[in-house]
């Protein structure tokens, strides 16, 4: 049966998408084999990573999902993985790249994995819905 850890309490205003993911997903897996964080931290010899959404499923692995709280207007245009934001629509930033920052992530996880006998063959997914 599925379990999941909400690390902190949603308060901010930001946090209100991955709530909403959080919940679809806990319901969405409530019948696997799954374990499910929201907000754990990922540390690493080069930096402190925290996923939105982290889950470690019997079927599917280690899954890294990332949520971004947008409305379409707020993305000016998408250029492969990258996404334009229009002006100050995202903490200022112009440009942001959720598959990389999901990738980046299940690889800190991926790398703690390696030469781990068992683990190693453990599959790794990064989605990032849009609330």
């Known amino acids: 049966m599925a379990d999941f850890i909400q690390t902190e309490e949603f308060r901010l205003a930001g946090e209100e998408g991955e709530q909403r993911v959080f919940e679809a997903v806990k319901a969405a897996?409530?019948?696997r084999e799954t374990l499910g964080w929201w907000?754990?931290?990922l540390i690493s010899e080069?930096?402190?990573r925290e996923p939105d959404i982290l889950l470690?499923?019997?079927e599917l692995g280690v899954v890294i999902i990332e949520v971004k709280s947008?409305?379409?207007t707020q993305i000016?245009?998408?250029?492969?993985?990258e996404w334009n934001m229009a002006p100050n629509a995202y903490f200022g930033r112009a440009q942001i790249n959720p598959y990389q920052q999901?990738?980046?992530?299940l690889q800190v996880i991926m790398n703690t994995l390696r030469g781990r006998v068992g683990l190693d063959r453990v599959p790794g997914r990064g989605w990032w819905p849009r609330r």
């Open 29 to 31: 897996f409530a019948g």
């Open 39 to 41: 907000r754990y931290p």
């Open 46 to 48: 080069k930096s402190v």
């Open 56 to 58: 470690l499923d019997a």
């Open 70 to 72: 947008l409305q379409l």
């Open 76 to 81: 000016s245009g998408v250029s492969g993985y």
């Open 102 to 105: 999901a990738k980046a992530q």
